[in-house]
C-alpha cells in the first residue's frame, strides 16, 4: 500500500477525520493592480475521495499613505475661512450700508455727455480707480488696518481725521461717513468682537467708510491683502451698478467692464498698500467737479 503524502501542517488541519489525501494542487496566486490599489488574493484547492476543501485567502489591500500638501486639500484653515465668509458679508451689495443710493458723481458725467456707453465708463471708472478716490480709499483702508493692528491709537485718530479731511466735497462727504457710519453700527451689531468697541471710540469723530472697513477687519484678524482687493471690488461694482443704470448699460456689457477693470483694481490694491499718508493724491479733476455739480443737477436719482 503506498504511503500517504506527507502534507503541510497548515493544509493537514484542513483535512476531514478520517480522510486520505490524494493529490494536491499547486497554490495559484492571482494579482489585480489598479492605478491606486494592489489586491493579492491567493486560492489553494485540495482532493479527497471524500471531500474537496478551498480556502481562499482574506485579500490585502496596500495602500501609500503619502502627504498632501495643504493647497491640494480641497480646504482652508478655520481663519482663513472665517475671514473669507465675514469679507463676502462686510462688501457685498446685501450689506446695508446704502451703496446702492451712491453714484459718487457718475450722475453728473452721464448727464454732462463724459459717459455715454461701456467704454466711456470703463474708462472713466479707471482713472477714478487708479488716480482718484479708489487709491486714496485704499491707502486709507491700509492706514487704519495698520493702527489697529499695531494697537497704536494715536496714529488711528490720525487716519480717522485726515480721511474725513481729505473728501473733496460736501455730498462726497456725506457718501462716504453715511456708509462708514452704517458698517459701523452694523458690525458692531452683528459682527462685534474683542476690543472694536475700544477701538472705535479711540477714533474720537466721524469715520469714514474705507477707515471703517480697515479698522473693523483689523479687529477681526482679517488679513490686510484681501480686505483691500474685497473693498476695491466691492467699490468698483457699486459705481458700474450706478453707471449701468444712468447709461443705461445691460448686464453684459457691465460684467466687461467689470473684467476689463480686474488688473487696474489688482495693480491699485499693490499700490494703496505700499503707500503711505504722504502718498495720498488725486489727479481726477473732473470726477471732483462731477461730485461738486450734481448738488444742484436738476433731476437726479442718486444722493452724490
Not at 496596500?62 to 475661512?81: C, K, L
Not at 469715520?207 to 473693498?231: C, K, N, Q, R, T
Request: glycine share 6%.
Amino acid at each position: 500500500m503506498p504511503r500517504p503524502m506527507r502534507m503541510p501542517k497548515t493544509i493537514m488541519g484542513m483535512a476531514m477525520a478520517g480522510t486520505i489525501i490524494r493529490r494536491t494542487v499547486t497554490p495559484r496566486i492571482i494579482t489585480v493592480t489598479t492605478m491606486t490599489t494592489v489586491i493579492t488574493m491567493t486560492t489553494i484547492t485540495t482532493t479527497s475521495i471524500a471531500a474537496t476543501i478551498t480556502t481562499t485567502a482574506t485579500p490585502m489591500l496596500m495602500t501609500t499613505s503619502e502627504s498632501v500638501p495643504a493647497d491640494q486639500q480641497g480646504g482652508m484653515t478655520a481663519d482663513e475661512g472665517a475671514a473669507l465668509y465675514r469679507l463676502m458679508t462686510w462688501l457685498s451689495p446685501a450689506f446695508p450700508v446704502g451703496a446702492f443710493s451712491y453714484s459718487s458723481g457718475i450722475e453728473w458725467a452721464v448727464e454732462a455727455g463724459d459717459i455715454t456707453d461701456a467704454a466711456s465708463l470703463r474708462d472713466w471708472l479707471a482713472a477714478m480707480l487708479a488716480e482718484g478716490s479708489g487709491f486714496c480709499d485704499g491707502v486709507l483702508l491700509a492706514q487704519a488696518h495698520r493702527a489697529v493692528s499695531r494697537h497704536d491709537d494715536a496714529a488711528l485718530r490720525e487716519v480717522a481725521e485726515l480721511a474725513a479731511a481729505f473728501v473733496p466735497s460736501r455730498e462726497r462727504q456725506l457718501e462716504t461717513t453715511t456708509q462708514g457710519r452704517a458698517f459701523i453700527e452694523i458690525a458692531r451689531s452683528a459682527w462685534n468682537c474683542e476690543g472694536l468697541d475700544e477701538v472705535i471710540a479711540g477714533c474720537d469723530g466721524p469715520i469714514v467708510y474705507p477707515v471703517a472697513v480697515g479698522l473693523v477687519s483689523a479687529a477681526h484678524a482679517v488679513p490686510l491683502a484681501p480686505a483691500m482687493h474685497a473693498f476695491l471690488h466691492a467699490l468698483v461694482s457699486n459705481w458700474i451698478s450706478a453707471g449701468s443704470r444712468l447709461v443705461p448699460l445691460g448686464q453684459t456689457d457691465s460684467q466687461r467692464v467689470l473684467a476689463a477693470l480686474e488688473p487696474v483694481v489688482v495693480e491699485t490694491a499693490k499700490r494703496a498698500h505700499e503707500a503711505g499718508l504722504d502718498d495720498l493724491a488725486s489727479t481726477t479733476f473732473r470726477a471732483d467737479l462731477a461730485s461738486l455739480r450734481h448738488e444742484t443737477q436738476y433731476t437726479r436719482l442718486f444722493r452724490s
